[in-house]
């Protein structure tokens, strides 16, 4: 089993639509990352938290917002939907102690369509 | 300001050597990550420097000098499937413990 899950891992859907992306993990971390990655541009933060109910806006946090009541769980909402947040959303986790560990893993990633 | 530069493309031979080279500016510096990303995947850990020096792990090896904000990532005995995105990434202490984040260097390696 993956240690970082992402659901799900394909959406595609319609303007104005709510839309919410789901991260489990199994690997104890507390802090966890939302990222959106495009073409050109990198991977961009949206949030990030480093512990239950820490909410943290990351670069881009503008459209979306995000939920995290357990330490395992940190979901990621498109409140409504616009066609520019068509992405490859990624989730990562990290270790709070030590410097190597806050190297951060990534989830299998969830390519969000918004026609 | 924090920023990060890499080379966007690549190109290298099966079974060649290559080096990828990262120059970064920032404050607060800890430590410099080295990932692989391949085509619509996740990003997987390469490795991780903080000290000066070439840290060695297999045909993969990571170098940091941290007076000229450079890094390089140096890939041997190139093998197609090592095609693939390689990302830089700077840890800084006075940032919240975020990562930021190059662009990527897209490397392919051809017959």
């Known amino acids: 089993d993956a240690d970082v899950t992402q659901t799900p891992r394909n959406r595609i859907t319609k303007t104005g639509k709510r839309i919410m992306l789901e991260c489990s993990q199994t690997?104890?971390?507390?802090?966890m990352y939302w990222y959106r990655q495009d073409p050109g541009l990198g991977l961009r933060l949206i949030y990030y938290s480093f512990d239950v109910k820490d909410i943290n806006k990351g670069e881009i946090s503008d459209g979306y917002s995000v939920s995290r009541q357990a330490q395992a769980k940190f979901s990621l909402s498109l409140e409504s939907a616009i066609p520019n947040q068509t992405a490859l959303y990624f989730c990562?986790?990290?270790?709070?102690?030590?410097?190597?560990?806050?190297?951060?893993?990534f989830g299998d990633g969830t390519r969000l369509s918004i026609l | 300001g924090q920023n990060i530069d890499q080379p966007t493309e690549m190109t290298a031979t099966e079974g060649a050597i290559v080096q990828i080279n990262c120059t970064y500016q920032?404050?607060?510096?800890?430590?410099l990550f080295w990932y692989q990303q391949h085509a619509g995947e996740a990003p997987t850990f390469l490795s991780y420097?903080?000290l000066d020096g070439l840290e060695e792990k297999g045909r993969f090896s990571s170098f940091l000098s941290r007076s000229k904000g450079y890094s390089y990532l140096l890939l041997k005995e190139l093998q197609m499937k090592d095609s693939a995105s390689y990302l830089c990434a700077t840890a800084n202490a006075g940032n919240n413990r975020k990562l930021i984040w190059g662009l990527g260097t897209s490397l392919a390696v051809n017959p």
């Open positions: 420097n903080v």
């Open positions: 690997k104890g971390h507390d802090r």
């Open positions: 920032t404050s607060g510096f800890n430590g």
């Open positions: 990562a986790t990290s270790d709070k102690q030590g410097a190597l560990k806050e190297a951060q893993h």
